[in-house]
């Protein structure tokens, strides 16, 4: 979800549990989007399931506008993780075969090389 900072800032609080790690929605106004006690899995694209307080509210100023991905529940957090892991594994795939493209396409103009090279 994109917010952007109001009059009174974005219009919601993090918080902690003692029982878990993670920041968590303590309050909201954004009618229903926003859930008190949903998990933030992400701000501007950037990781912060295991990241202190401080440092995600760090991440929250100075800017005007974010990008929250927001967990609901544990088996949620598993499927955003297993996304994002098939989305890197899938481009990581995607350079590997180009990257195969690419060296066959050196081996064959070596090998023409060669034939040249060997009929002189």
Known sequence: MQIKKGVNGYGFSFTTRTDQKGVYVHTCDSK???????????????????????????????????????????EEEDEVEKTRE??????????????????KTENKRLSEDVQRYEKL
Do not use: A
Not at 45 to 64: F, I, K, Y
């Open 86 to 103: 098939y989305t890197r594994m899938k481009e990581e795939l995607r350079i590997l075969k180009e990257q195969v493209h690419i060296t």
């Open 32 to 74: 229903g989007i926003m859930k008190v006690g949903d998990r933030v899995f992400e701000i501007n694209g950037e990781n912060v399931l295991r990241m202190p307080l401080s440092q995600v509210n760090t991440r929250l100023n100075g800017t005007h506008q974010i990008q929250l991905v927001l967990i609901r529940n544990e």
